[in-house]
């Protein structure tokens, strides 16, 4: 069965975006960028919300030729790797995606039951959906220095408690590593 991670850059407060819904905040160095990079090669297919989306393809397929190596590296990787969109408003996506436009949590369950590889899920209300179905394995929690004081919350009201272990720290210099597996 295919391992879910849900990774996602967050303020010390717990947001993943500010009141404006921004994120030039999270924007790492060349060692974290690196490190993503790398993850990321790793990963057999990637899950995007719609806001993620839209918002990685407005970039990452267009870098431009005097952008830094690592930036050109990572639009590579983005634009080929496998991408499952969900939304129910793109009428379609590009890139080496696919669109899923209802049932995500029945989607996901037959993705996950699909092979043996990694996925990841990006976007926070992609997550909170799967969240309660227990389809999420893992959490990579990527901490800023920065306290927001608002925004959009990294997790949402829960009924049930999700126990984690924590398996893994690493410091970067803008952001710590936090990972946790499902327990």
Not at 145 to 169: E, H, K, S
């Amino acid at each position: 069965m295919r391992k879910l991670i849900y990774g996602i850059g967050v303020s010390l407060d717990g947001y993943i975006n500010d009141r404006d819904g921004k994120i030039d905040w999270t924007d790492p160095d060349d060692e974290l960028h690196q490190f993503h990079n790398d993850r990321y090669r790793e990963l057999e297919i990637a899950l995007h919300g719609r806001r993620l989306y839209e918002l990685m393809a407005e970039y990452w397929p267009h870098v431009p030729a005097d952008a830094p190596p690592i930036q050109r590296e990572f639009g590579e990787l983005w634009t080929a790797k496998p991408k499952v969109v969900f939304s129910r408003t793109l009428p379609e996506v590009e890139w080496n995606s696919t669109l899923v436009t209802d049932n995500a949590v029945e989607r996901v369950r037959e993705l996950k039951a699909g092979g043996d590889g990694i996925m990841e899920v990006g976007g926070a209300s992609l997550a909170a959906a799967l969240m309660p179905h227990g389809l999420i394995d893992e959490y990579q929690v990527y901490v800023s220095p920065m306290i927001l004081g608002g925004g959009t919350p990294m997790f949402p009201p829960l009924d049930q408690r999700i126990p984690l272990r924590l398996v893994q720290t690493r410091h970067f210099a803008t952001a710590e590593l936090l990972r946790y597996v499902v327990a």
